[in-house]
């Protein structure tokens, strides 16, 4: 065990079934904004019953069937199983999964030796705490992994699935319906013990071609990633195409976090305040691309990237 009292059972690479093809997907300016910021990180915790909550059971019964459906559900959103690459000869940065190229997600199976109920429970407890249930996202000079998965087992209480996401493939929306979609197959591989059919409504679309850009935000946004690089790192100089994530990790000394639970009412609330700011954003009637770029300045600077985000994507052709 380590300092977290976490130990690690096995790493596995999970890939889509066989036959799948190589694809590519490019990045659109939405996605080019975030391409080297740190990813997202989720923590989802399940209680087991107590004939499922002893650690055999678990490692021969749980994880065999989280695995399964998990390679099914890379079926559908191919991209997730692959890597961001940016060769000399693009001149953008692009997803690729190649299964003849080692391509596929990161899962830990681990186990903890903590309280579960201390681990979830609301009140405030050590930032370091929770982050030993995250996994590692990788990323190197020339590509960026976009997803990884961490299972940990609690035993005789529960498991944890972290999952650690690339913020310039991944969003709360779609990383959402990726996991709706692999509980929904692991669910029917319980039920029925077969290969079970996605879906239609939790089938992700990556159609790039609806998001039109006309005025080269994709180009700029680039070539503003390679200038912030030459300065901020000098001796990087010559590799501006680096993809590895940025060296700035977050606060876990000394901080804290807690869970709060909203209510109906503080939903409609949230709500309410967000209608209001959308209000004043159609307020500036932005006509071009050039006030467009002018509101995401303001926007970012008022730390209202993801209310602009969605504005944009709602006017865009």
Known sequence: MDSNNIKIHQHFKVIPPPSTQTSTTPLTFFDIYWLRFHPVERIFFYTLPNSQSHSSFFYQNIVPKLKTSLSLTLQHFLPLAGKIIWPSDSPK???QFNPN????VSLLIAESDLDFNHVIENSPHETSLSHSFVPHLESTDSFASIISFQITLYPKSGFSIGISTHHAVLDGKSSTMFLKAWAYLCNKIIETEESPILLPKLEPSFDREIIKDQNGLGDTFTSN?????????PNEKGNERCLK?????????????ATFELTRENLN??????????????????????????????NLKCGRWDICEAFLLGILD
Do not use: T
């Not at 990633?225 to 790192?233: G, L, N, Q, R």
């Not at 994530?245 to 976090?257: A, E, G, S, T």
């Open 93 to 95: 940065p692009f997803i």
């Open 101 to 104: 190229d080692d391509d596929g």
């Open 225 to 233: 990633w390679m200038e912030i690089v030459a300065k901020m790192f």
């Open 245 to 257: 994530i940025l060296p700035f990790q977050p606060k876990l000394d000394d901080y804290v976090r």
């Open 269 to 298: 609330k949230i709500k309410q305040r967000v209608l209001s700011m959308l209000d004043n954003i159609f307020a500036l009637d932005c006509k071009d691309c050039g006030r467009i770029k002018a509101l995401i300045a303001v």
